[in-house]
């Protein structure tokens, strides 16, 4: 995973995925509806989500190097105890080794060599600092920039799909540079954004002071970088602006770049990336490279070198020595996300391992975790949702039938993924040592990074996957109308292929409607089958989708996150329109599939009360406040407890399913339904 806790996977999908716990004990398969989690004490019909998950959540504090802690993030943990044994297998001597043992071995052993990484110090990165050190005019930060080992100081540079054209790949850069997790940090007025500027201002300095600055010295670095970084995030777009593709698409030539932004050599640049031919390019964010190079005329060279050198050692931190593994957890794990101890440092080398070479451990993973008949369950479950997709696209009161038309065009249009890519990525190119834990990192880093720009100019590759076969996650991606089921969210307590169907269709149904729905959110809707940002709708279509969308942003934007933070209805739109559809379509599925068997009740809960229970404790899950205000920031999907109790209470067959009465909180005076 990323070195710090903060963006793993807020990216795309269903569950914010954390980090987790600590024995290593053969973990307890639990079920996909455990009672047990339940608090019988707590009224459905006022709060499900606490009803579902409330016993649960009383027995199970987070763990101290947790910043939350639930069904997921415990899924995560028992995951890596697993992860873990196939990783020391593959380390441990033996006679013969296939390149992708001897790979995964070799990394896992280097990443726990503590010794050789405390004797190493920051001597790995020296060569680089020097050259930053030596550096006489800011006309050479754009070689430098291109050739430091970390991607993204200043801007990242990478390879895209193109938006109106999804045949082919393009070049892309992207606004970045920034050390703390969003824009929002550096121009919030508010105490506690002020306080967290303050410790951040603070943790750059020691950084510097670790590196060898005397305090005075590190302290003027330290006020340069934020300076520069707040100028960045004064061009940056904000992340209700990002979800919206049209103002990420900018496609323009090597001349208008450089017109936007005069005092960056883009061609050094671009030849030192190795892509010395580069002429056009898709601009995502204009305003921030006019931003980077006011700041480029503003700054001088030596506040530059401080920004570079800072983001040299705060990419690299948890992989150098423990002085630095410990301050950049200081802050980035305590202060920002409430972490009270670092994890064990085998999961941080699991979760490095399954970051740099996730395909190729992955291989081994799904050997060992995901048996044929899951897949073929996920697989007709797949089916039978999009069927009820179909059903409920037909059926919608609100849509022409000229948009209806296209809607299923675009259904039928989804690839299904689930488990794992059907080709592996090589890795074969990737030098491994099993000695050297930064160079690994950083090769592995290069590695992606050419892997990425190797694919400008060329035709799409729709097989591919961003997530790695152990990730507990799912995503859509609207580029390639593509729903993504790795292997490790197959898995009990969100899918049990020996379980019965309600709490499987409410769990894992509701995931799987969930990824499609996005296909069909205020984003998603946006892309036509084949990808292509291009507008499908009817006009008044179009007008009838936001009314509906409205509603649900004015139903999140009630709910409070902590204190007196509420939730982004905007920014956490399509998460909830993808919550409540796919639930919605998982219930429909269920229905249809079960309309012949006699369902009789189970522990006590009627066949209703066991899907939505099932969808409840997918939620089952509690985070630290620090964490919670984080993500109020930067995660566009809502706090576990209201994608739980702001699904069902828009949802009259759960209303039924509990017998709740009028005026109770999960019953919706104005409910609202987009599909
Ligand atoms: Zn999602």
């Given at each position: 995973m990323l070195p710090i806790a903060i963006s793993l996977v807020i990216l795309a999908s269903i569950l914010g995925a954390p980090i987790a716990s600590s024995q290593s004990a053969a973990p307890a398969r639990q079920s996909v509806?455990?009672?047990?989690?339940?608090?019988?004490?707590?009224d459905p019909c006022t709060d499900f989500f606490t009803y579902s998950c409330g016993g649960w959540i009383k027995k199970n504090?987070?763990?101290?190097?947790?910043?939350s802690w639930g069904f997921s993030s415990k899924l995560v943990d028992d995951n890596r105890v697993l992860l873990r044994e196939i990783l020391e297998e593959a380390a441990a001597p033996a006679p013969e080794k296939d390149l992708v043992k001897q790979k995964i071995g070799d990394y896992y052993s280097a990443c726990m060599g503590e010794q050789a990484i405390e004797t190493a110090g920051t001597v790995p990165l020296k060569a680089v600092s020097e050259r930053i050190g030596r550096?006489?005019?800011?006309?050479d930060i754009a070689g430098l920039a291109a050739s430091?080992?970390?991607?993204?100081?200043?801007f990242d540079f990478q390879s895209d799909q193109d938006f109106k054209n999804s045949t082919l790949v393009i070049a892309e850069v992207d606004q970045d540079g920034l050390?703390?997790?969003?824009r929002d940090y550096y121009v919030k007025s508010d105490p506690k954004s002020v306080e967290l500027r303050q410790a951040y201002v603070a943790h750059v300095q020691k950084m510097f002071e670790l590196l060898g600055a005397s305090p005075g010295v590190a302290a003027t670095q330290a006020q340069a970088v934020m300076r520069i970084e707040t100028a960045l995030a004064n061009g940056s777009l904000t992340a209700v602006e990002r979800r919206d593709p049209k103002l990420l698409y900018h496609k323009m030539t090597l001349k208008q770049l450089e017109a936007l932004s005069?005092?960056?050599?883009w061609k050094q640049y671009f030849s030192a990336s190795?892509?010395?031919?580069?002429r056009t390019l898709n601009v995502t964010a204009p305003e921030f490279f006019k931003a980077m190079d006011a700041a480029l005329r503003k700054e001088d060279l030596q506040s530059w070198k401080a920004y570079l050198q800072w983001h040299l050692v705060h990419a690299n931190a948890p992989y150098l020595s423990s002085a630095f593994v410990n301050a950049d957890f200081e802050f980035f794990?305590?202060?920002?996300?409430?972490?009270q101890e670092l994890e064990p440092r085998w999961k941080r080398c699991v979760d490095y391992a399954d970051h740099d070479l996730g395909e190729a451990l992955g291989q081994a993973y799904v050997q060992r975790a995901f048996p044929p008949q899951a897949k073929q369950r996920a697989q007709k479950m797949v089916k039978e949702i999009e069927q009820a997709m179909e059903r409920d696209i037909d059926g919608l009161?609100?849509?022409?039938s000229e948009t209806k038309q296209r809607a299923l065009e675009k259904l039928h249009a989804v690839a299904n993924k689930i488990g794992y890519p059907d080709k592996w990525r090589d890795y074969s190119t990737l030098t491994i040592a099993r000695d050297d834990e930064l160079g690994n990192v950083l090769r592995a880093r290069e590695f992606e990074f050419y892997r990425q720009l190797a694919k400008i100019g060329k035709p799409v590759d729709?097989?591919?996957?961003?997530?790695?076969?152990?990730?507990v996650n799912a995503y859509y991606n609207p580029q390639l109308n593509d729903i993504n089921f790795p292997a490790?969210?197959?898995?009990?307590?969100?899918?049990?292929?020996?379980?019965?169907d309600a709490p499987n269709y409410g769990d894992m149904g509701g995931t799987i409607g969930h990824e499609l729905t996005h296909g069909f959110d205020d984003e998603g809707?946006?892309?036509?089958?084949?990808?292509?940002?291009?507008d499908w709708w009817t006009a008044q279509d179009g007008k009838e989708f936001e009314q509906r969308a409205s509603c649900i942003s004015d139903q999140y934007s009630q709910?409070?996150?902590?204190?007196?933070i509420k939730i982004n209805g905007q920014l956490t739109m399509g998460e909830n329109v993808a919550d409540l559809g796919g639930l919605l379509l998982a219930y429909m599925a269920w229905q249809d599939q079960t309309r012949e068997k006699k369902l009789s009740a189970i522990d006590g809960f009627t066949p209703e009360q066991r899907f939505f229970i099932g969808y409840g404790q997918a939620w089952c899950n509690q985070t630290r406040d620090e964490t919670k205000r984080m993500y109020a920031a930067i995660d566009p999907h809502s706090p576990d407890k209201y994608r739980a109790n702001g699904a069902v209470s828009n949802m009259p067959e759960f209303q039924r399913a509990f017998q709740c009465k009028t005026?109770?909180?999960?019953?919706?005076?104005n409910s609202c339904r987009v599909w």
């Amino acid at each position: 995973m990323l070195p710090i806790a903060i963006s793993l996977v807020i990216l795309a999908s269903i569950l914010g995925a954390p980090i987790a716990s600590s024995q290593s004990a053969a973990p307890a398969r639990q079920s996909v509806l455990d009672v047990t989690s339940l608090d019988p004490s707590v009224d459905p019909c006022t709060d499900f989500f606490t009803y579902s998950c409330g016993g649960w959540i009383k027995k199970n504090p987070i763990p101290a190097d947790k910043t939350s802690w639930g069904f997921s993030s415990k899924l995560v943990d028992d995951n890596r105890v697993l992860l873990r044994e196939i990783l020391e297998e593959a380390a441990a001597p033996a006679p013969e080794k296939d390149l992708v043992k001897q790979k995964i071995g070799d990394y896992y052993s280097a990443c726990m060599g503590e010794q050789a990484i405390e004797t190493a110090g920051t001597v790995p990165l020296k060569a680089v600092s020097e050259r930053i050190g030596r550096m006489h005019s800011k006309r050479d930060i754009a070689g430098l920039a291109a050739s430091m080992p970390n991607r993204g100081a200043l801007f990242d540079f990478q390879s895209d799909q193109d938006f109106k054209n999804s045949t082919l790949v393009i070049a892309e850069v992207d606004q970045d540079g920034l050390g703390l997790p969003d824009r929002d940090y550096y121009v919030k007025s508010d105490p506690k954004s002020v306080e967290l500027r303050q410790a951040y201002v603070a943790h750059v300095q020691k950084m510097f002071e670790l590196l060898g600055a005397s305090p005075g010295v590190a302290a003027t670095q330290a006020q340069a970088v934020m300076r520069i970084e707040t100028a960045l995030a004064n061009g940056s777009l904000t992340a209700v602006e990002r979800r919206d593709p049209k103002l990420l698409y900018h496609k323009m030539t090597l001349k208008q770049l450089e017109a936007l932004s005069p005092s960056f050599r883009w061609k050094q640049y671009f030849s030192a990336s190795g892509q010395p031919g580069l002429r056009t390019l898709n601009v995502t964010a204009p305003e921030f490279f006019k931003a980077m190079d006011a700041a480029l005329r503003k700054e001088d060279l030596q506040s530059w070198k401080a920004y570079l050198q800072w983001h040299l050692v705060h990419a690299n931190a948890p992989y150098l020595s423990s002085a630095f593994v410990n301050a950049d957890f200081e802050f980035f794990g305590k202060t920002l996300s409430g972490a009270q101890e670092l994890e064990p440092r085998w999961k941080r080398c699991v979760d490095y391992a399954d970051h740099d070479l996730g395909e190729a451990l992955g291989q081994a993973y799904v050997q060992r975790a995901f048996p044929p008949q899951a897949k073929q369950r996920a697989q007709k479950m797949v089916k039978e949702i999009e069927q009820a997709m179909e059903r409920d696209i037909d059926g919608l009161s609100w849509m022409s039938s000229e948009t209806k038309q296209r809607a299923l065009e675009k259904l039928h249009a989804v690839a299904n993924k689930i488990g794992y890519p059907d080709k592996w990525r090589d890795y074969s190119t990737l030098t491994i040592a099993r000695d050297d834990e930064l160079g690994n990192v950083l090769r592995a880093r290069e590695f992606e990074f050419y892997r990425q720009l190797a694919k400008i100019g060329k035709p799409v590759d729709r097989g591919e996957w961003s997530m790695s076969p152990p990730t507990v996650n799912a995503y859509y991606n609207p580029q390639l109308n593509d729903i993504n089921f790795p292997a490790g969210i197959l898995q009990p307590p969100f899918f049990d292929p020996d379980a019965d169907d309600a709490p499987n269709y409410g769990d894992m149904g509701g995931t799987i409607g969930h990824e499609l729905t996005h296909g069909f959110d205020d984003e998603g809707r946006q892309f036509d089958p084949q990808g292509n940002l291009r507008d499908w709708w009817t006009a008044q279509d179009g007008k009838e989708f936001e009314q509906r969308a409205s509603c649900i942003s004015d139903q999140y934007s009630q709910y409070v996150v902590v204190d007196d933070i509420k939730i982004n209805g905007q920014l956490t739109m399509g998460e909830n329109v993808a919550d409540l559809g796919g639930l919605l379509l998982a219930y429909m599925a269920w229905q249809d599939q079960t309309r012949e068997k006699k369902l009789s009740a189970i522990d006590g809960f009627t066949p209703e009360q066991r899907f939505f229970i099932g969808y409840g404790q997918a939620w089952c899950n509690q985070t630290r406040d620090e964490t919670k205000r984080m993500y109020a920031a930067i995660d566009p999907h809502s706090p576990d407890k209201y994608r739980a109790n702001g699904a069902v209470s828009n949802m009259p067959e759960f209303q039924r399913a509990f017998q709740c009465k009028t005026g109770s909180a999960m019953v919706r005076e104005n409910s609202c339904r987009v599909w």
